[in-house]
């Protein structure tokens, strides 16, 4: 850690009582570089300067300036979680005007967003989360933007879905990355689809305070991409922010707090609602955002993308390439870690056994290490892993599946799990058939639903 950071860096571990405000200083946009600034303090000194680069706009005579300032102040608090949650302070001043709306808004996004991190490091954040600003009315800014769409991918089977599946309506979209890895420009080149760039920094102090022990953990940062994506929308001229989150993502890991603590919060249905409503009542009301994929199953999205055979050395769901530091770039899939697992078993229910297993390398479902892992994906221990990976009931159905296949039914893990799951046979034959169920909760229109449903 360079010495300067350390001498600015002044409290010891176990101080972070001592910061009691977090201050959502500044934001400033350069519209010339396409570089939005974004400046927070803590009450004890300590500055965080983060940077997103949204490079020059494509259609700059066409740009809502008041809209886009709007979305820049949402962002600002959006992205301002990271460094909330080095140590919890119990005042958060924003110095921008807040309306009602999109105070409560950032309330829940903050509680329910970081209800996975408050659990983990034993704390409660209930009645610690309150904003203070100014207050203005709630008014919606009018937004016209270009009839075509942002699709935001991240490499896995349910962006490319979400692709096809657009392909096949015909309608004209670009695909969206923040700090696009080797995986996402692969996959642009293979889909022939323009990719949309940004590049977000965070501040090097975050890093240096969570070197030294400060509080770090999971946040919602789905719910920062999409507002980024919303920012990108206006600045570019994007319609819609067509996003790929199944029905499973509205599930949550346990109990505590008094809610659901759901580690894919800002994938849920909950907070895509909230998220429409804000941009709809106080926010870009032209722009259109919603999950393309929300009426499905993760087994429904898996054979529907069984058919895409040109992405098998490309895609790939495994957090490890993604890490923001020292990311894994010698595989795509580690095969150790809850989320390929999950990807394993719910791709074995519509894919060949061979090109599953040159896919990730090995049989995953035929490694007894691998048993702990699978037991807690269908319930039978511990509670759902804190990845995003499917329902409980939905990952007892694919092994019900795999149970009854010649192919499968042998390897250790289908073996013996379904062995253990004989007391659940009737609510797993149960599961197998709403495994297949198309959702009616959910934002897509009807002509895409017609798409979606005639691939399937």
């Known amino acids: 850690m360079p010495k300067a950071i350390c001498k600015e860096i002044s409290h010891k571990i176990g101080d972070s009582n001592k910061v009691s405000e977090f201050i959502f200083d500044s ?3 350069n519209s010339q570089s396409g570089i939005l600034t974004l400046k927070y303090l803590w009450d004890n000194g300590l500055s965080f300067v983060e940077k997103i680069e949204f490079g020059k706009s494509q259609n700059p005579d066409l740009v809502n300036w008041k809209a886009l300032e709007r979305i820049a102040c949402f962002l600002h608090i959006a992205c301002g979680v990271s460094y909330y949650k080095a140590a919890l ?28 991190f408050a659990y983990r490091n034993h704390c409660d954040l209930t009645d610690r989360i309150t904003f203070y600003s100014p207050t203005r009315k709630a008014k919606a800014i009018h937004t016209k933007l270009l009839n075509r769409a942002l699709i935001p991918i991240g490499g896995g089977r349910d962006s490319l879905t ?11 979209f670009s695909l969206f990355s923040v700090n696009p890895s080797r995986v996402i420009l692969k996959f642009a080149k293979i889909a022939r689809v323009p990719l949309v ?37 206006i600045w570019h001229g994007f319609q819609d ?30 907070f895509e609602n909230r998220l429409r409503k804000l941009l709809n009542e106080d926010g870009a009301c032209g722009i259109n955002y919603f999950s393309l994929l929300r009426p499905l199953s993760e087994l429904s999205i898996a054979r529907l993308f069984s058919s895409q055979r040109e992405y098998d050395d490309v895609f790939t769901s495994c957090n490890r ?5 020292n990311p894994q770039t010698d595989r795509l ?23 599953l297993i040159n896919i990730f390398g090995s049989n995953l ?45 042998s390897d250790v893990v289908v073996a013996h799990l379904w062995e253990r799951l004989q007391d659940k046979q009737k609510r797993i034959e149960q599961a197998k058939v709403e495994s297949f169920f198309h959702s009616d909760d959910h934002n897509v229109s009807k002509e895409l639903l017609t798409y979606l449903f005639n691939l399937i």
């Open 162 to 172: 979400s692709v096809k599946i657009m392909q096949e309506a015909g309608r004209e």
């Open 321 to 325: 390439v993604f890490k923001i530091r």
């Open 365 to 409: 479902l035929d490694n007894p290490a691998n048993i702990p892992s699978y037991s807690e994906l269908v319930g039978i221990s511990g509670h759902k892993p804190w990845e995003c990976v499917g329902e409980i009931e939905e990952s007892a159905a694919a092994i019900g599946i795999l149970a009854e296949s010649s192919v499968w039914k």
């Open 197 to 233: 760039k940004v590049y977000r920094t965070l501040s090097p102090n975050l890093f240096s305070l969570n070197e030294v022990g400060y509080l770090n953990g999971h946040i919602p940062i789905t719910g920062i991409i999409s507002l980024i994506a919303c920012f990108t929308a």
């Open 27 to 29: 934001w400033d946009f």
């Open 89 to 116: 302070p119990p005042v958060l001043l924003v110095k921008t005007p807040l309306s009602p709306i999109a105070r409560e808004f950032f309330r829940n996004l903050y509680f329910q967003g970081l209800a996975e």
């Open 333 to 355: 899939w580690c095969g150790e870690c809850p989320k390929c697992h999950f990807a394993f078993l719910s791709l074995a229910t519509s894919f060949e056994k061979k090109r």
């Open 241 to 270: 922010i067509v996003m790929s989150n199944e029905r499973s993502a509205n599930e949550g890991n346990l109990k505590a707090f008094g809610i659901d603590v759901n580690h894919q919060y800002s994938k849920s249905l909950d």
